[in-house]
């Protein structure tokens, strides 16, 4: 019986991993829809389809799905949704400031399903840029470290507009403002140095220490947040330490 019960509790989260992907192939598949929308379907001239298609084909979005979406965004082909971009703010456990950044084809589904989500683990939800002077738009670029070095990296994006590199453990974070991600990201191409991804973010200007109980509540709603299909990012300035994370798995 305990071969049986591992196996149900393997398959169990394989079948939570799986849901996930599937959730992410959904919204990469969307960002490189609204990319082609936004600024035509051609990568080679619209760095932001460029940066979404490399995204998808990274987390093994397949190549059909990646080509279809950039189709029906660039027009070639019928299909796709008005998707548009919306914001909301709230604050989580222990005051945590939250950002909530949804791509959407209905408005009023996704604010019912934001609002669930915060309120139910929680949180509050707060009054339009109440919580958002707390962020900066900045651009994100995360390099891999396997086959280089943070001398390597600096010395490639210095003089294109990179403010801060950070140390991740398995990559380097370079930071920007977002006007520079197209310049920072291009220097390393052409420096030879592989990118994961490239793509604005919104960073807090200051970060609230978590404890460990804290810390559960804020992932357990940063969670039930990105289950809803039109959430894309979620965006908090919680600090929460590597020992505690390591504690809670």
């Given amino acids: 019986m305990s071969g049986h019960s591992k196996w149900a509790t393997t398959k169990h989260k394989k079948a939570v991993i799986d849901a996930k992907r599937g959730k992410l192939f959904a919204k990469l598949i969307k960002n490189v829809e609204v990319a082609a929308r936004t600024g035509g379907g051609d990568p080679d001239g619209n760095p932001t389809l460029f940066d979404a298609i490399q995204k998808a084909r990274k987390n093994s979005v397949p190549l059909d799905n990646i080509e279809r979406a ?25 005051g945590v400031a939250l950002l909530v950044e949804c791509l959407t084809d209905n408005r009023n589904r996704a604010a019912s399903e934001v609002r669930v989500a915060v309120t139910r683990n929680g949180g509050s939800m707060a009054d339009a840029g109440s919580v958002s002077y707390l962020f900066n738009r900045k651009g994100v670029v995360i390099v891999p470290k396997e086959g280089t070095t943070e001398d390597d990296v600096t010395l490639a994006v210095l003089d294109a507009g990179a403010e801060d590199i950070n140390d991740l453990g398995e990559a380097f974070e370079v930071i920007s403002e977002a006007t520079d991600l197209l310049p920072v990201r291009t220097a390393l191409q052409e420096a030879g140095i592989e990118y994961e991804s490239a793509e604005t973010s919104f960073l807090p200007s200051m970060e609230i220490p978590v404890d460990e109980e804290a810390a559960k509540k804020v992932l357990r709603l940063v969670d039930a947040l990105e289950d809803s299909d039109d959430v894309q990012n979620v965006f908090t300035n919680a600090d929460i330490s590597n020992e505690i994370l390591e504690k809670i798995g």
């Fill in 70 to 94: 950039r189709k029906r965004g660039g027009g070639e082909e019928a299909g796709g949704a008005d998707w548009q971009t919306i914001m909301y703010e709230g604050y989580g456990p222990a």
